[in-house]
């Protein structure tokens, strides 16, 4: 082929970038493929690309060069200054109109502010989240794009061809908005898939360690549990998981030390959600217990020196079985709704038009976190578009209603037990707060307002009005005028 007929650039060849330029040639588009280390381009030219709709570029300009106009070129490269390095080579050798898009884990904010330089110097920026792993890059991942709308309708096509299904054949990509809109939405996504599976882990223990049950009748309860409600990706692969041996035999998972890694993507959602001022305390909780356990060697030493429960379940083993299965439901439901109550937040606060049942329905396949769950979050949507909480919604309200006491019971179990259960814990507490009229909240002002004069609101009298109270008797009338609403 010559090389004026690509239809897309990519640039990045490792386990992502290959997998998704193998995906898009497999769709009918021919790829243009660039790698910093000219070796990695041969290599790949001459091994799973052989023979197919692929030009090997060993300059940035002779990828430039093979791309019908507007020019589509996809990042996948390390974020942070990797990306602006990028940019900033490949920006003079393109032309106004054409489209760069970063396919990466960046932060929303890095992506709003190129998507400024970008557009200033003429040409397109999309900050597009990619989910599915290796896997999901090469057979369909899940595409959340955003930025440059002008850049949508020359990517549409490509994107909802290459991308996941759900199992009504819906494609896994829509345009999520203007700005950062896309890597937010996947920060978003990555932040949910932190809860999911800490939450995931939480039952495993106490199935472990409370019940004492071995790794293929736990893998038998992942697997009925596949079969219903809790469908999804991440029980599937619980199941798997708990069901490898090694070549003796022995459980693979039992010699994986318990250390956890992560790589930003849960901080910056917690970090989001502090600075906007909304309770995400489940996915919070799981981004801290992934720290807790890289401290590994500290847990060791403080293993033989603290005590505690360390008893096993004396009760209807079967019994708690079904209720960690009601219970590991109930805290899902916690979990996106404290999600999706950050990204109306967001978008309320950096005036972007999230379409929230969109979001699921992007979710609903390719992902890490796809499951038959993500169906019912569009219909709550469907039903009202500006639904506040996913826990005011019908059909979630009696999922939580009729499993808050399995809820109960797990967590109390757990701390009878002494085996941690943070997020399954915070799952609870933001139920019992969020449904609570009247919280100790009252207490709390009433000191804020002794020790530093931040005022207050009383129950009776008009909401807005602010007061302050001489409470030693020896104080004055200056208020802080910091009592926030």
């Known amino acids: 082929m010559t090389t004026t007929q690509c239809d897309v650039g990519l640039i990045g060849l490792a386990v992502m970038g290959e997998n998704l330029a193998l995906n898009m040639e497999s769709r009918g588009f021919s790829v243009c493929v660039y790698n910093r280390t000219p070796q990695r381009v041969a290599q790949f030219m001459q091994g799973r690309a052989a023979g ?25 490269v390390k974020a942070g200054t990797a990306v602006d390095e990028l940019i900033d080579q490949l920006a003079p050798l393109l032309s106004p109109g054409d489209i760069l898009v970063d396919g990466g884990n960046s932060l929303y904010t890095d992506t709003a502010r190129r998507v400024r330089t970008v557009e200033a110097n003429g040409l397109l920026y999309v900050g ?30 490509i994107f909802q061809a290459i991308c996941a299904r759900t199992p009504a054949g819906e494609p896994c990509c829509e345009w999520m908005g203007e700005s950062g809109a896309g890597h937010f939405v996947k920060m978003i996504h990555n932040g949910i898939e932190y809860g999911d599976m800490q939450l995931i882990c939480e039952v495993y223990d106490v199935l472990k360690r409370g019940l004492g049950l071995s790794n293929s009748a736990m893998s038998a309860i992942f697997d009925q549990w596949n079969g219903g409600e809790l469908n ?49 305390t489940l996915i919070a909780e799981a981004v801290f217990a992934r720290c807790l356990s890289a401290a590994k060697d500290e847990r060791v030493a403080a293993s033989a020196i603290l005590g505690g429960a360390t008893e096993r379940y004396g009760g209807d083993a079967a019994g708690l079985i079904d209720a960690l299965g009601q219970a590991l439901y109930a805290a899902k439901i916690v979990s996106y709704a404290q999600g999706y109550q950050l990204m109306r937040s967001a978008a309320t606060t950096l005036g972007w038009s999230l379409n929230f ?51 109960r019971q797990v967590v109390a ?34 000191q804020r307002d002794y020790f530093g004069a931040h005022t207050y609101e009383r129950t009776d009298r008009p909401r807005g009005e602010v007061f302050h109270t001489n409470w030693t008797g020896h104080g004055g009338d200056t208020t802080s005028q910091s009592y926030t609403r």
């Open 52 to 76: 197919k709709r692929f030009v090997g570029a060993t300059s940035l300009q002779q990828m430039v060069d093979a791309l019908a106009t507007p020019r589509r070129i996809i990042l996948l």
């Open 128 to 157: 597009a989240g990619v989910s599915g792993g290796e896997e999901g890059a090469l057979k369909g991942p899940s595409l959340m794009p955003g930025g440059s709308a002008a850049a949508w309708p020359h990517l549409q096509p």
């Open 232 to 280: 999804s990706y991440l029980v599937e692969i619980t199941r798997d998981i708990l069901r490898h041996v090694e070549d003796d035999g022995s459980a693979t998972l039992d010699v994986i030390l318990d250390k956890a890694g992560q790589k930003g993507t849960g901080k910056w959602t917690v970090v989001s959600a502090l600075e906007e001022g909304s309770p995400l």
């Open 357 to 407: 049942g969109g979001i699921a329905l992007t979710w609903r396949g390719g992902c890490i976190i796809r499951s038959a769950f993500l169906g019912d979050i569009k219909h709550a949507f469907d039903r009202d578009p500006a639904l506040v909480n996913l826990l005011l919604d019908p059909f979630f309200r009696d999922a939580l209603v009729s499993r808050q006491a399995a809820l």
């Open 413 to 446: 179990a757990a701390v009878t037990l002494g085996i941690p259960v943070p997020c399954l814990g915070a799952a609870l507490a933001y139920w019992d707060t969020y449904r609570c009229a009247r919280l100790p909240a009252n207490l709390l002002q009433a």
